[in-house]
């Protein structure tokens, strides 16, 4: 019994990138980098996007997605960061929810509801 469940554990870490030094810098980077109150600047609702982030969640995020500011989510940059993230294979459960993007007091963010 001992043995099936250190072999499920694992199995998990595998699957999962489990304590993956490079997947915790990616996704760190991506954090720090949409943190940055420039990428999410915005002067009206045209101006959000909604990002995929993988397996990452961030503050402001909902399941494996954010909204960050058009400009930032098709600059060289996220899209490296967002590559790093892929690479990181981690099979996530992703929920079905549609997170919908708005700016509000110049901030992209999730429409509440």
């Known amino acids: 019994m001992r043995l099936a469940f250190i072999g499920c554990l694992t199995l998990a870490c595998l699957v999962s990138s489990c304590g993956d030094k490079d997947c915790e810098e990616a996704s760190e980077g991506?954090?720090?980098?949409?943190?940055?109150?420039?990428h999410q600047a915005c002067a009206q609702d045209?101006?959000?996007?909604?990002?995929?982030?993988?397996?990452?969640?961030?503050?402001?995020?909902?399941?494996?997605?954010?909204?960050?500011?058009?400009?930032?989510?098709?600059?060289?940059?996220?899209?490296?960061?967002?590559?790093?993230?892929?690479?990181?294979?981690?099979?996530?459960?992703?929920?079905?929810?549609?997170?919908?993007?708005e700016c509000n007091a110049g901030m992209c963010m999730r429409a509440e509801e």
């Open 30 to 38: 991506a954090r720090k980098y949409l943190l940055e109150p420039a």
């Open 46 to 101: 045209a101006d959000c996007v909604v990002i995929d982030t993988d397996c990452a969640e961030l503050r402001l995020g909902l399941c494996g997605q954010v909204a960050m500011n058009r400009a930032t989510a098709e600059s060289s940059t996220w899209k490296g960061l967002q590559q790093a993230l892929g690479a990181c294979g981690a099979n996530c459960a992703q929920c079905a929810a549609l997170l919908l993007p």
